[in-house]
């Protein structure tokens, strides 16, 4: 049974992810922060819940200073008897969107770990940053990228699925579904999980729908507030 606390700092380090989409993000707010409620699904994740609370909440920050993006997703649950956290972020260069470093940390049940380092390879981010990139620039087609999870980096490719309505805390709303999925590339690591995420169709691309699906357990996180 060992096995099982390991289960959901992995479905979240799944969220440590994206590439650099290549340009500026100049047009977007200086500051945001969105807050989410998840919960665990399918049948490993109820299994997790055994062991991990079932749901819980999270935020999405992107903080803007002296020409750099620090931008980090933390989730937490009420139903942990201690203080417990995951956190994942990144920094980078706001004009050109490459990356300057990237950590990832997890606190839980007396388990702790922690990673910090600089990121010196060209068009690599974590998840949250890459959020912020995707939402300067849509995909309209497939497109090709990498990520960066705990300090390896994988090949992946983002798909556009099409418009859809998600049922949300606040009600319903229509949103730009992208799955973004490993591939297989010679001489490279293939990324076993899955993550999909649902933007607003208006300017804003609000991030209102987050799925990410490791070890055959998934976590989805619904928004409950933005800016």
Sequence with gaps: MKRFPKILPALILALVLFPSLGGSVEGTPANEEFRYRWQLRNFM?????????????GSLTFMRSNGHLKSELTITSPQSKEPGYFRYGS??????????????AYSWRGESK??????????????????YAIRSDPPKKSRKMQIWSDGKIYPVVVIPMGIEVRQLPHGKVSARHYSIRGVNVPNERRWKGKLDLWLTPDEAATPVEILISRNMADVRMELTSRP
């Design 45 to 57: 994740g109820a299994v997790a819940g055994l062991f991990f609370p079932r749901q819980g909440e």
């Design 91 to 104: 920094e980078i260069d706001v004009h050109t969107l490459q990356p300057i470093r990237a950590w990832s």
């Design 114 to 131: 922690s990673k910090n380092e600089a990121v010196s390879k060209d068009g690599v981010l974590d998840v949250a940053a890459g959020i």
